[in-house]
Antibody, heavy 121, light 107 residues
């Protein structure tokens, strides 16, 4: 079965960096686009970034453009989010999500459990 | 950017009630819309994709309709496990955008 496991969250000071990971299993990872979505405490869902199945095309929300980088290592079935110059407003639970696939047009069908990032001095 | 609005923002309902949530897009998005259910402390769960297709394993009391700019999620007979927050998501164009959510609680 499809499984996405998010990790790497923690408490970090403003201006510092953090890298999140999403370990995928149960499907052919290198044929699926992947996403990061976040949710600030008590708030709604916000799409953050998308990477194509081969890593050659990325898209970012304006709120993180220039500070965050989405990447993937297909040989290890792992998605990453490198977060630099962190701000208090980046405090949120970060989820990875799957899709669409090369042979499957289904968008954001499976999600990780989330990892909490707290930006605070 | 495409803006998504949802109404109502919250509602109180009883077990067995029929519940309808509306999502509107600021421009046409064909049927590039999904509906998600989220319970406190949990990841969102997709209920509906392509505006009206039921996700495998989701009870048939959930249904979706609409195309273009107006969409609805209907729960035909509310069950205790359905009390949650519901979000729509447009994936027609970047940036993808979620509606602000509709919280369904017990009357």
């Amino acid at each position: 079965q499809v499984q996405l496991v998010d990790s790497g969250g923690g408490v970090v000071q403003p201006g510092r960096s953090l890298r999140l990971s999403c370990a995928a299993s149960g499907f052919t990872f290198n044929t699926y686009a992947m996403h990061w979505v976040r949710q600030a405490p008590g708030k709604g869902l916000e799409w953050v970034a998308t990477i194509s199945y081969d890593g050659n095309n990325n898209h970012y929300a304006d709120s993180v453009k220039g500070r965050f980088t989405i990447s993937r290592e297909n040989s290890k079935n792992t998605l990453f989010l490198q977060m630099n110059s962190l701000r208090a407003e980046d405090t949120a639970v970060y989820y990875c999500a799957r899709g669409p696939g090369y042979y499957d047009s289904s968008y954001l069908d499976h999600w990780g459990q989330g990892t909490l990032v707290t930006v605070s001095s | 950017d495409i803006q998504m609005t949802q109404s109502p923002s919250s509602l109180s309902a009883s077990v067995g009630d029929r519940v309808t949530i509306t999502c509107r897009a600021s421009q046409g998005i064909r049927n590039d819309l999904g509906w998600y259910q989220q319970k406190p402390g949990k990841a969102p769960k997709r209920l509906i994709y392509a505006a009206s297709s039921l996700q495998s394993g989701v009870p048939s009391r959930f249904s979706g309709s609409g195309s273009g700019t107006e969409f609805t999620l209907t729960i035909s007979s509310l069950q205790p496990e359905d009390f949650a927050t519901y979000y729509c998501l447009q994936h027609n164009s970047y940036p993808f955008t979620f509606g602000p959510g509709t919280k369904v609680d017990i009357k």
